[in-house]
């Protein structure tokens, strides 16, 4: 049993070491909150979890039998070993093309980019301008401004490829413009919580006591939608400077 015992701790150890330092960087990169939250990536993160940690080191302490020859014994080990870095590798895939790289404020409300939301032919013609605001594979999540363009005509079509399923201006960086510039046009969308078309009347009186809890006021035109893959969440502004002062979570 000590033998068991000393594999499966030393594999244990390896197996957190190696996820940990993963999701670690990927959350210190780009998931910080709410990324986590508004990519809905937890989940995913659980089942890397659950398979790398916990599954892993859980079989090893099965055929660890002290009894079998060394070489079966490695091999089952190695067999082990490899589903987990195909779990570690597809999962570790997934979060990384599902960074997120924008919260893009559009229309009437914020919303969050990811990189696989992104027009391919966009982000290379955002690349070729050398524009400022263009992602690039080191890009850390940017706040900007992403308004339909002025030729309506254009609008139109964007509107109109967005409802059919194709992508929304918010997929487009040659679009994309400073934070800063489309701050007026911000002031203009904010609602009180009570106003939000997001969320359900419990959603709503949850939001309003955590609020209250902040000391942030309930009663006046300082909130916005902050939606994403995930469940949608309350961005709260001060309206005079516009500053943000919390993200909060509906639930």
Do not use: C
């Not at 401004?145 to 487009?172: F, Q």
Request: charged residues 20%.
């Amino acid at each position: 049993m000590e033998f068991r015992a000393r594999a499966f701790g030393i594999h244990l150890l390896a197996s957190a070491a190696t996820l940990a330092g993963v999701l670690g960087i990927l959350w210190a990169g780009w998931y910080r909150w709410p990324g986590w939250r508004l990519t809905g990536a937890l989940h995913l993160a659980a089942i890397m979890v659950g398979v790398d940690v916990a599954l892993g080191p859980l079989l090893t302490l099965i055929v660890a039998d002290p009894g079998k020859p060394r070489r079966e014994l490695r091999r089952d080990i190695a067999m082990i070993v490899t589903m987990q870095l195909l779990a570690l590798g597809y999962g570790t895939t997934t979060l990384w093309r599902g960074r997120p790289l924008y919260y893009a404020f559009s229309v009437d409300m914020i919303q969050l980019v990811q990189a696989a939301d992104l027009d391919p032919a966009q982000v290379r013609e955002a690349d070729r301008a050398r524009l400022p605001l263009a992602p690039h594979w080191d890009s850390r999540p940017r706040w900007v401004w992403a308004p339909l363009p002025a030729d309506p005509k254009l609008a139109a079509r964007i509107e109109s490829a967005a409802i059919s399923g194709g992508y929304d201006v918010i997929s487009m960086p040659t679009y994309f413009k400073p934070w800063q510039q489309g701050l007026a046009a911000l002031h203009g969308q904010l609602r009180t919580v009570g106003q939000e078309r997001f969320f359900s009347v419990a959603q709503i009186a949850a939001l309003e006591r955590r609020m209250r809890e902040r000391r942030l006021p309930t009663r006046i035109a300082n909130s916005i939608a902050l939606t994403g893959r995930g469940p949608p969440m309350l961005a709260v502004f001060d309206p005079a400077t516009l500053r943000l002062l919390a993200v909060l979570s509906a639930t």
